[in-house]
């Protein structure tokens, strides 16, 4: 729906309104009838209420023509959202409730007297410009908890036009702040971004047949139509720069706004007051502006200065200073000067001031100056559910992350670096980290860093998530493991700096993935490479099961079961009679107490198995995990039916055998949907097959687990080839339909 449209949409609202008002017999003095919230401004899609005031002087008249008007608009079939006020009670509603009063700041006349409509805007304009400076600070608190709520528009994965950050609300609010007239905001470029979200959310109604601000998945090919885009993509783009743009006008303003209320109210003419942070750099106002001194054309890093100095003292860096820098600013040689590098690592090593200043960059132009090669990733949506941000945002959030590490690695500038590069290879059908590795390479060059930085940059680009991968799929306690990152990393150097890339792009990634759990593996496995490359030496001893005492007699039955707490969840060791299947009944018990299994280790101790488990519920009960095990064992429940693969699974699981990644075992890895039984499942499998199952690592990413396998014969080593596919393809039959 256009604009124009929405017009025309707005005035036979108008005129009906005006008909019930004739058919209601109102008199045109005293009275008024009154639209507030989104009705007249546009902001209402075909299938939104009415919101309607009728407004008197007095109660006199009110109740006889409201019993009149709104009798004719229901019957006319206009849902209606409608109240009856007297003028100071509308005044008091707007005192007592800071959204009453933000609403009634656009009021509009419909019909009645309009001079009662003009004292009420007039009334509520003066009363919200007297009160601003105590009512603001409240109306901050709503907005930011709103933000927290549902996020931003620019960046989730299921935006919500009306209520996100940078949506219609945000728009709304920005008008209500320029009504305070305490400051200003770009009209026209405001006005145009909300118009054009207006537009989508109008094509989003009909396409969805329904009332919702919400752009599902399945949606943004159609909606990319409805808008005369190319495909899904161009959609999305569009879209999340509308937000982006409103965004960064709202948090622009919000920062004006703080900075107009932490000073005093001033009488008389203020003369500007700089203050010098840098070459060319000073700070007026809360915001970083150029100096007399600064000299754009001659001065390449004045751009990278500007920015550094804001990013650094979370202020903001003036839009038009941004835009001038990036219209006059000398372009940066090739390779970049010594200064230049450092102000980008200053940059990017600043913290949460980062966020605001990066979009500052974005929204003004300013960044191509300096990275060209940000467009492949602008507003790019990740593939994977797991992720909070679209790709920019989150390689900012990683960035933001990274800055808290930098004191545990010896080359800071490297490891913010690639925390900025690691997805640059993301947008093309390469997998990412391949395609981001030359990338990267050419940028550091280009940024003037040693042969050493370059290939250290290049290196954490290529193999950013080994770390992370290897640590939850793989068994810390065999060689094979340990040797394969050493190889790849070939020092400690290239270890410290992974490591604190791998937290940084876990943390910037969602709360789930950088759990204590997922970081004491990682933490763990590299201290196992450390020791490693540090003194060239086999691997050290590791703890692990035989440490685990042999009760003479097994306990009760030959079976001893025991819980402690672990991080996160719980440990649980059993100590059985050895038998093909044990570990298949096991992870059925846990399975049937829908106890998450993280990772499983087996051995065996002359008759004995030793297994520990551990899980992710923190309350274990070793006296309910027996009574399981013994129902199953003397066949009073068999788990099968109960732990059976759902029919209609959307996705095939995937099974592969990696022949490199153990020289002892043969490791088998299940990709699978999010369930519980998986474990059981691929253990009885092999158990039919006389399979021993040494040990098993859960990880689980969003819906899907990722579940590793090291496997031995029954009575010697790894598997043939031969008898790994039988494994494998017996373990894919017993996962599927």
């Not at 006199?60 to 023509?65: A, Q, W, Y």
């Not at 569009?238 to 006008?249: A, D, F, M």
């Not at 000067?337 to 132009?365: I, K, M, N």
Request: charged share 25%; net charge negative; glycine share 8%.
């Amino acid at each position: 729906m256009t604009a124009d449209e929405r017009a025309r949409r707005t005035a036979a609202a108008d005129a009906l309104c005006a008909r019930a008002w004739g058919a209601a017999g109102a008199a045109d003095d005293g009275l008024a009838l009154v639209a507030v919230g989104g009705y007249g401004r546009g902001e209402l899609a075909p299938q939104s209420d009415l919101d309607l005031v009728l407004v008197g002087d007095t109660d006199d008249e009110l109740g006889r023509v409201a019993e009149q008007l709104w009798y004719p608009l229901w019957d006319s079939g206009a849902t209606v959202d409608h109240s009856v006020r007297t003028l100071p009670d509308m005044v008091a509603a707007a005192d007592a409730d800071l959204r009453v009063a933000s609403g009634l700041l656009d009021v509009r006349h419909v019909a009645g007297d309009p001079n009662l409509t003009l004292r009420l805007r007039t009334t509520m304009l003066a009363q919200w410009r007297r009160q601003a400076r105590e009512r603001l600070p409240e109306l901050h608190r709503i907005v930011r908890s709103r933000h927290d709520l549902i996020g931003e528009l620019a960046h989730e994965s299921v935006p919500d036009l009306k209520e996100g950050e940078g949506g219609l609300r945000d728009a709304t609010v920005l008008r209500s702040l320029v009504a305070t007239w305490l400051v200003d905001v770009p009209h026209v470029e405001l006005e145009r971004s909300r118009v054009a979200l207006l537009d989508v959310r109008d094509h989003l109604h009909a396409i969805a047949g329904r009332a919702t601000d919400r752009i599902a998945p399945e949606l943004w090919s159609e909606l990319g139509a409805a808008l005369g885009l190319d495909d899904a993509r161009a959609a999305q783009v569009h879209v999340r720069e509308l937000g982006r743009r409103i965004t960064h006008l709202s948090r622009l303003t919000w920062r004006r706004v703080d900075d107009v209320l932490a000073r005093p109210a001033h009488v008389g003419v203020r003369r500007p007051s700089l203050t010098p942070v840098a070459v060319g750099v000073a700070l007026s106002a809360g915001e970083v502006v150029l100096d007399r001194r600064a000299r754009p054309a001659e001065d390449p890093a004045l751009l990278l200065r500007a920015a550094a100095a804001a990013a650094e003292r979370d202020v903001v860096l003036a839009p038009p200073t941004a835009a001038r820098l990036a219209r006059e600013c000398a372009t940066l040689p090739d390779p970049w000067p010594v200064e230049a590098r450092q102000l980008l690592v200053r940059l990017l090593a600043s913290g949460r001031g980062l966020l605001g200043t990066w979009e500052t960059l974005e929204e003004t132009g300013a960044l191509a100056q300096v990275l060209p090669e940000w467009e492949r990733i602008r507003l790019l949506p990740h593939a994977s559910a797991i992720h909070r941000f679209t790709v920019d945002r989150h390689v900012v959030e990683t960035c933001i992350e990274a800055s808290g590490l930098i004191r545990q690695v010896a080359r800071p500038d490297v490891l913010m670096v690639a925390a900025l590069l690691h997805d640059i290879g993301k947008g093309s059908l390469t997998e990412h980290s391949v395609a981001g590795e030359p990338i990267a390479r050419g940028i550091a060059t280009r940024m003037g860093f040693d042969p050493s930085g370059v290939r250290l940059v290049a290196l954490l680009v290529r193999w950013h998530l080994l770390l992370a991968e290897t640590a939850t799929t793989r068994d810390p306690d065999d060689p094979a493991t340990v040797e394969s990152l050493a190889s790849r990393l070939g020092s400690t150097e290239a270890l410290e700096l992974l490591t604190a890339l791998t937290e940084a792009d876990a943390r910037a990634t969602s709360p789930k993935a950088w759990s204590s759990w997922r970081a004491g593996l990682v933490r763990g496995l590299a201290g196992r490479v450390h020791a490693v490359l540090g003194s060239g030496s086999a691997l050290p001893p590791v703890a692990g099961d035989d440490e685990v005492p042999v009760p003479s007699d097994g306990g009760a039955g030959g079976l001893s079961i025991t819980a402690e707490p672990a991080v996160d969840g719980s440990r649980v060791t059993v100590v059985a009679p050895d038998r093909v299947g044990l570990l298949a009944d096991l992870a059925a018990v846990f399975a049937l107490q829908r106890v998450g299994i993280r990772a499983a280790r087996a051995r065996t101790l002359d008759r004995y198995a030793v297994s520990v488990w551990e899980v992710a519920d923190e309350h274990v009960d070793a006296a309910v995990l027996r009574q399981r095990y013994d129902a199953i064992q003397e066949g009073r429940l068999d788990p099968a039916p109960r732990l059976a693969p759902p029919a209609g699974q959307v996705l095939d699981p995937a099974v592969a055998v990696r022949p490199e990644a153990s020289a002892r075992a043969t490791v088998l890895e299940v990709r699978a949907a999010d369930r519980p039984g998986v474990v059981y499942l691929v253990c009885a499998a092999l158990a039919r097959l006389d399979i021993a199952v040494r040990s098993a690592h859960v990880d689980t990413l969003g819906p899907q687990a990722v579940d590793v396998f090291y496997l031995q014969e029954a009575a010697a080593g790894a598997l043939s080839e031969i008898r790994a596919a039988e494994a494998a393809h017996a373990v894919r039959a017993a996962l599927g339909n």
